[in-house]
């Protein structure tokens, strides 16, 4: 089954591979309406408060003048002086000081500058070293092997996945397709190939189909049509022909991906350890075993994805909290009711995977060992057992 779909999933990324054509188009098209500026860094030089250009007698207005240096682009050294921000909305007014790193758009047919955001690629940058220590200290060679991993899927969704859907290939397809790819490289590449990992890898990918199933046929029954998001309305307008709702559906399905890798990594390490404990446990005895710690495991994984998906959309809910609606109203709403199918799906998946990847590690690890020196052939490198 493993190397039937390392086929199929190396056939779609051929077929999907993209031709950078539908990045260029939608480039193009996001320019048109003025969604495409250019951005440089610079630091705040002078900040000055006072009445606006527009401020009069009858109808005063105090105003914030922010002049920068320009620290990147063409003009680099240049004293800007970027547009005055109204004081009265303090709420969106952003809180500058004298030396601080800004990001500034440029919008060149105008020759205009605008303030952007604040300058945090040196936080951004030390809290991914920071991270990297981390993974690397504790998890040592497969901490290297899990930071190569994640730059991999990082390739893949960034290099792969959206391109190819922006070249109008069929966004579920595409996200079906990435998916697998990531659990091959991700896998393997972390807990090495050997049977266990494949295990694994087997129980993740029934698991996904599982999830994807369900998505599926409950996305068309709910009738998303992923159009109640700012970026859902503004994508069809760079993109023309694309179907958002299936672009949330495979949305769904890259994020239980990586709630079930964990799931069925653990699970098979798990009965992996067992046989290697107790070589006389059989099949029976290794499935029950594993079951039940798996449901322990299960427990906290799905109250982690429901965090995760509600942690994202806390400030969605606050609105809808003080929007005076009954709680069955605020959840037929489409951006919530996506956050309930994906939640709710996803758990379905993980909890089915316990079993599966249990019964699978059970069958190949109570097998004989060919080279007849170790009991459990293709047992994972488990922190502090036996080697």
């Not at 207005?61 to 002049?67: E, G, I, L, M, P």
């Not at 295990?199 to 999830?211: F, H, P, Q, R, Y």
């Not at 806390?314 to 959840?331: C, K």
Request: glycine share 10%.
């Amino acid at each position: 089954m493993v190397v039937g779909a390392a086929v199929a999933t190396g056939f779609g990324v051929a077929a999907l591979w993209p031709t950078d054509e539908g990045v260029k188009a939608a480039t193009a098209s996001a320019d048109e309406i003025g969604l495409v500026t250019d951005r440089y860094g610079a630091t705040v030089e002078e900040i000055r408060d006072g009445p606006c250009s527009y401020s009069s007698a009858e109808n005063p207005y105090d105003c914030r003048q922010v002049t920068v240096l320009l620290d990147e682009g063409p003009a680099r050294g240049s004293l800007v002086a970027l547009p005055e921000l109204d004081l009265a909305f303090t709420a969106t007014t952003p809180s500058l000081r004298v030396g601080q790193k800004v990001i500034v758009g440029y919008e060149p047919s105008t020759d205009f500058y605008f303030y952007a955001d604040a300058d945090r690629r040196t936080a951004l940058a030390w809290l991914g070293a920071l991270f990297a220590i981390f993974v690397i200290v504790l998890g040592r060679r497969r901490g290297v092997m899990a930071l190569v991993g994640m730059a991999g899927t990082l390739v893949v969704l960034l290099a792969f996945m959206a391109p190819s859907i922006l070249d109008g290939n069929d966004p579920l397809l595409v996200s079906v397709v990435a998916a697998s790819g990531i659990a091959f490289v991700s896998l393997y590449l972390v807990h090495g190939f050997n049977p266990i990992t494949t295990v694994a890898l087997a129980g993740t990918l029934l698991s996904l189909g599982l999830t994807l199933a369900l998505s599926w046929a409950f996305f068309e029954l709910a009738a998303f049509t992923g159009l109640a998001s700012e970026e859902g309305l503004v994508l069809p307008l760079i993109a023309g022909g694309l179907d958002v709702s299936s672009l949330i559906l495979g949305g769904a399905v890259i994020g239980a991906l990586g709630a079930l890798d964990d799931i069925t990594v653990t699970q098979a390490a798990l009965v992996s350890e067992l046989r290697h404990r107790n070589p006389g446990l059989g099949v029976y005895e290794l499935v029950s075993s594993g079951v039940r710690v798996g449901r322990e495991h299960i427990a906290s994984t799905v109250n982690t994805l429901l965090l995760a998906y509600a942690g994202a959309a806390i400030p969605l809910l606050m609105l809808f909290v003080v929007s005076d609606q009954s709680l069955v109203m605020v959840a037929n709403s489409e951006m919530v009711a996506v956050v309930i199918v994906r939640t709710l799906c996803g758990s379905i998946g993980l909890v089915a995977a316990v079993p599966i990847t249990t019964i699978l590690a059970a069958l190949v690890s109570s097998g004989p060992d060919p080279a007849g020196s170790d009991p459990h052939p293709g047992r994972l490198d488990i922190p502090g057992s036996e080697s």
